[in-house]
């Protein structure tokens, strides 16, 4: 290569990089033209890295040798086959962040209480992959079968106590394999107590299980080592603006009318638009109201009216109703009037799958 040619491409190369730093400086219509690729994110010094690093050392403190490789992606998943996770892209800049809350009304793991709950249980699929222990007998005999078909949603029953409560949704219902994950999850975290929280439930003997298992585990190098990344950002070809759509279009799907109609019977509309933060700071004020008040109940009734608020006050949000206005006392009781609607709506399968 001749120096001209060599001094061209440098030249190219450092407008490149320079033109990729400055994409944030988009105007917001240009970044919605933007494909997911040409973002040029990276993961390290991110809060959700600083997360990442803290799950690596809850499973180094039980003596888990698996350290999953984590990549960006559209979403938290974790690929059958690949002792790895996924993280969503709009973790790695406040920009994306704010964006994803005002074009979808939701940014999951946007705190580190809700992100910590995700990693922990996309790390608990990815053990899964590292370690195959779905294809044992003993893991078939306490969850259920790997092979089973994924519903597109399913139809939970909130006061099972053969399951877990940890992701919203009682997600442990949903299928054997997000079982063992939010099971292996519970008994991660360092702060679940699990021996007392679920010692008069059935699903204890599950956690009994992954905790002999983890020991027969410890220090041991699991057999699955691949660093596929599927579906990584750098691939994707959606512009943000598609990759909108297809959540707000999906969201749309998950509509019931009746909650609709009953949430603006009881609210009023704003009278201006709302930042996109508003909904998270709404929730997370009415669920510690919540918590104040109802710390005596047993804990799958906290858990049940923690998702009732949590998904009315969302939907309100979408729906651009004034879910803000008025005491946090008479909210909740608002909210939690629609208790058996929603409950009957969860019944019919409303509920649909994260992963």
Not at 88 to 93: E, G, R, T
Not at 110 to 137: C, I, T
Not at 148 to 175: N, T
Not at 284 to 289: G, N, P, S, V
Request: hydrophobic residues 40%; aromatic residues 10%; positive net charge.
């Amino acid at each position: 290569m001749s120096e001209r040619a060599r001094t061209l491409r440098s030249r190219s190369a450092r407008f490149e990089i320079r033109v990729r730093r400055r994409w944030y400086e988009k105007s917001e219509p240009e970044l919605l033209r933007t494909r997911l690729a040409d973002l040029g994110l990276e993961l390290a010094h991110t809060p959700i890295a600083r997360r990442v690093e803290r799950l690596k050392r809850e499973l180094a403190a039980r003596e888990i040798a698996l350290q999953p490789h984590v990549w960006l992606s559209t979403s938290w998943f974790s690929p059958d086959g690949v002792p790895g996770l996924a993280v969503p892209f709009y973790l790695a800049h406040p920009r994306l962040l704010r964006m994803e809350e005002q074009h979808t009304g939701e940014a999951e793991g946007a705190d580190g209480v809700s992100a910590m709950k995700l990693l922990r249980h996309e790390a608990g699929h990815a053990l899964d992959s590292a370690f195959r222990l779905h294809a044992s007998k003993s893991w078939r005999d306490t969850f259920g079968a790997f092979s089973a078909r994924y519903r597109a949603d399913y139809a939970p029953r909130p006061f099972r106590r053969e399951f877990v409560l940890h992701l919203d949704a009682w997600y442990a219902q949903s299928h054997a394999a997000e079982d063992f994950a939010e099971t292996f999850a519970v008994w991660l975290d360092p702060r679940s107590n699990w021996r007392v929280t679920y010692a008069a439930w059935p699903c204890i003997w599950k956690l009994e299980w992954i905790d002999a298992r983890m020991h027969e585990l410890a220090g041991r190098r699991a057999p699955v080592t691949n660093r596929e990344t599927p579906w990584a950002l750098d691939e994707c070809e959606w512009t943000l603006a598609q990759y909108y759509a297809h959540k707000r279009a999906r969201r749309e799907r998950e509509r019931a009318p009746k909650l609709d109609r009953e949430l603006r019977a009881r609210f009023a509309p704003r009278s201006e638009a709302a930042p996109s933060t508003a909904a998270r700071r709404h929730v997370a004020e009415l669920l510690r109201e919540l918590d104040r008040t109802n710390r005596k109940l047993p804990f799958e009734e906290r858990y049940v009216q923690r998702e009732i608020v949590r998904t009315l006050a969302l939907r309100g949000d979408r729906l651009g109703l004034a879910i803000d206005a008025g005491a946090p006392k008479a909210r909740l009781k608002s909210l939690l009037s629609l208790g058996p609607t929603i409950l009957e709506s969860w019944k019919l399968g409303r509920q649909r799958h994260l992963r």
